[in-house]
């Protein structure tokens, strides 16, 4: 069972629009939300991160909003570039020990001129 | 500091065979997780190994297996390898010194079996 569903699946924005990619999560233990990025054969690096005591973290271009309430979450990058076209993943994992990381199913976003 | 590094890069396997799989983890990490991630998929959690311990495994067969020596660094091996086991096999190091959660990782071993 996917605990981590992950919106859109492709997403194309013209270079210095807003990029959105939501998350929702199904498991109240999770206390730990960060966000990759992936390039093609590439490992993933982390982005950005948020706990849920905020809801809302920026750093540069990137922010991520948390809704603990509605067990959702976003990434959203502003003034999206080409260098940003890249596979992204939300993920999420909670505090039980092995913080075992559960992915979503990533968001391949493409910035066109 | 240096970052997780892997190795192989790339592998070809027949079906049947036995494959090990390397990791050296971030300086300073004392645990490692490996990932399975299939193409067009976000990775899936193997298992993870703390101080030379499992600590936690996912949903994978026996023939998935671990180690993890002194120094850190981390081997995976995967006996009688199936068609489905092609993947890209991410290894992921934290620990106190990364801060609660936050995992790093390598670039991955592409492995296909044929």
């Known amino acids: 069972q996917q605990q981590v569903k992950q919106s859109p699946q492709s997403l194309i924005v013209q270079k210095g629009g807003i990029s959105i990619i939501n998350c929702a999560y199904e498991n109240t233990a999770f206390d730990y939300f960060p966000w990759y990025q992936q390039f093609p054969g590439k490992g993933p690096a982390l982005l950005i991160a948020?706990?849920?005591?905020?809801s809302e973290k920026k750093e540069g271009r990137f922010t991520i909003s948390f809704n603990k309430s509605a067990k959702q979450f976003s990434l959203h990058i502003m003034d999206s570039q080409p260098g940003d076209s890249a596979t992204y993943f939300c993920a999420a994992s909670g505090s039980g020990g092995n913080e075992k990381l559960t992915f979503g199913t990533g968001t391949r976003l493409t910035i066109i001129p | 500091e240096t970052g997780v590094t892997q190795s192989p890069t790339h592998l070809i396997k027949t079906r049947g065979q036995q494959v090990t799989l390397r990791c050296s983890s971030q300086s300073g990490h004392n645990t490692v997780s490996w990932y399975q991630q299939a193409l067009g998929q976000g990775p899936q959690f193997i298992f993870q190994y703390y101080r030379e311990e499992e600590n936690g495994r996912g949903n994978f067969p026996p023939r998935f297996s671990g180690l993890q020596f002194p120094n850190y660094s981390s081997e995976l091996n995967v006996n009688a390898l199936e068609l489905d086991d092609s993947a890209l096999y991410l290894c992921?190091?934290?620990?106190?010194?990364?801060?609660?959660?936050?995992?790093?990782f390598g670039p991955g071993t592409r492995l296909l079996v044929l």
């Open positions: 948020i706990r849920p005591d905020v």
């Open positions: 992921a190091s934290s620990g106190e010194l990364a801060g609660r959660g936050t995992q790093y």
